[in-house]
């Protein structure tokens, strides 16, 4: 069964220093998605991001955060420069339509920042 | 604004017994429903989905959800719950169009025997 893959599992970061969280959706999805979960709190959206470009992004997202697809299966989030309050479990989605329709979830990375 | 609320932070039940999670949603129109399940060190993984019809969609795992206009409700069941149905759930709505997914706070479902 296909799924969405997300490397690393875990990642540990200092403060200030840049992250680059990885994604591979399923090969014949077109919609790509970063939410975030921080410990105790509900799945945030992020960012959409459909035909090479961003669609939506949430008020989270700031210009510390950007997405990209550098190559036919790849799909990132960076976070420049890392805060504590960044720390969370990060999870990449990808749908075949548009995301009402059935969104399959990678494993989530969690991001620990200190 | 669009919100979806889970009343219920945790939940324990027995095994063998029967199990309703609660999930409510404010939608200006019918929104498309969903209920994920996270497991441990698990990504979430999609129980069941409502877009139109049948107000009873069944789902994997044994699990089923009816949607409730009147209520606005979207709640979560299964008649006899097994050990390794503990984990974390959320239910998620969206609209027509490409719009994000609105989550719920999640519950978490202790199972004991």
């Known amino acids: 069964e296909p799924e969405v893959t997300q490397t690393p599992s875990h990642q540990v970061t200092q403060m200030g220093q840049e992250v680059i969280l990885r994604c591979v959706p399923i090969s014949n999805h077109l919609y790509f998605y970063w939410y975030r979960q921080i410990l105790g709190q509900k799945v945030e959206f992020l960012v959409s991001?459909?035909?090479?470009?961003?669609?939506?992004k949430s008020e989270i997202f700031d210009d510390q955060f950007s997405v990209e697809r550098p190559d036919g299966s790849n799909f990132t989030l960076k976070i420049r420069s890392t805060k504590l309050e960044d720390s969370a479990m990060y999870f990449c989605?990808?749908?075949?339509?548009?995301?009402?329709?059935?969104?399959?979830f990678g494993q989530g990375t969690r991001l620990t920042v200190v | 604004a669009q919100s979806v609320t889970q009343p219920d932070i945790h939940i324990t039940v027995s095994e063998g017994a029967s199990l309703e999670l609660r999930c409510n949603y404010s939608y200006g129109a019918t929104p498309y429903l969903f209920w994920y399940v996270q497991s441990p060190g698990q990504g979430l993984q999609l129980l069941l989905k409502?877009?139109?019809?049948?107000?009873l969609v069944q789902g994997i795992k044994g699990f089923e959800a009816e949607f409730k206009r009147s209520q606005s409700s979207f709640n979560l069941r299964k008649p006899s719950v097994h050990w390794s149905d503990a984990a974390e759930y959320f239910c998620?709505?969206?609209?027509?169009?490409?719009?994000?997914?609105?989550f719920g706070k999640g519950t978490r479902l202790s199972v004991i025997a």
């Open positions: 998620a709505g969206g609209s027509s169009g490409n719009t994000p997914l609105v």
């Open positions: 989605a990808s749908s075949r339509f548009a995301s009402n329709t059935e969104a399959f």
């Open positions: 409502y877009f139109s019809g049948d107000t």
């Open positions: 991001f459909y035909n090479n470009e961003i669609s939506e």
